[in-house]
């Protein structure tokens, strides 16, 4: 069974505190992703990985970076988490192909800045 | 930029009736997915279509897809309580790396 695990299903943090979302993924897959959720505006990429130490800004980087030292964990870093980062940030990861393949998704990390 | 816009944003009907959503994109695509989303929870993957294809069946799921019109449907036949959920299609094309979402359409089966 395959499986796509967040470490947190919820968190609370305080502003300005470096928040680390871990991701970790048990199908060797190339391919991981960081999404974020709100209401309204539908699941909006903030960064991609396509292979180990490789990264992609998303549609909305600003505030994040990632790492991914291994193939099966990437890791979201808030470097000062601030109150409009509260959001649902949901990890994805999938096969590497050239005609696409589909994406399985973690339960979701809950994180309220306070 | 988000790629795919579902329409309509939300869809109540009875049981036993067909759901259809429909999903619009901008940009040339070599595929595009519908993913459900029960609420509060992860997105689990429903059906894949390629851009070589025009319509896929998988159990009560219906997905028809037309690149002249960049756009896509999800049927849903015979709707359940249980297919109360929110649903997104997704774009993959260029680079096939990036994995783009619509906003979402939320549907509500009433018993």
């Known amino acids: 069974d395959v499986k796509v695990t967040q470490s947190s299903r919820y968190l609370v943090k305080r502003t300005g505190e470096k928040v680390f979302l871990e991701c970790v993924q048990d199908?060797?897959?190339?391919?991981m992703f960081w999404y974020r959720q709100d209401p309204g505006l539908g699941l909006r990429l903030i960064y991609f990985?396509?292979?180990?130490?490789?990264?992609e800004k998303g549609d909305i980087p600003e505030g994040y970076s990632v790492s991914r030292e291994k193939k099966e964990r990437f890791s979201l870093i808030l470097e000062s988490a601030s109150t409009n980062q509260t959001s649902m940030y949901l990890c994805?990861?999938?096969?590497?192909?050239?005609?696409?393949?589909?994406?399985?998704f973690g339960q979701g990390t809950r994180l309220t800045v306070v | 930029s988000q790629q795919g816009e579902e329409d309509p944003q939300a869809l109540s009907i009875q049981e036993g009736e067909n759901a259809t959503m429909n999903c619009s994109y901008k940009?040339?695509?070599?595929?595009l997915q519908w993913y459900r989303q029960n609420s509060g929870r992860g997105l689990v993957h429903l059906i894949l279509?390629?851009?070589?294809?025009r319509e896929k069946h998988s159990g009560r799921l219906r997905v028809t897809l037309d690149t002249s019109k960049k756009s896509s449907s999800l049927l849903i036949t015979a709707s359940r309580a249980a297919d109360t959920a929110s649903y997104f299609c997704?774009?993959?094309?260029?680079?096939?790396?990036?994995?783009?979402f619509g906003k979402g359409t939320l549907l509500t089966v009433n018993p």
């Open positions: 940009t040339s695509i070599n595929n």
């Open positions: 199908m060797d897959h190339e391919n």
């Open positions: 994805a990861s999938r096969t590497g192909s050239s005609v696409g393949t589909e994406a399985f």
């Open positions: 279509i390629r851009s070589n294809e």
């Open positions: 997704a774009t993959g094309g260029g680079s096939n790396y990036k994995l783009t």
């Open positions: 990985s396509y292979d180990v130490k490789m990264k």
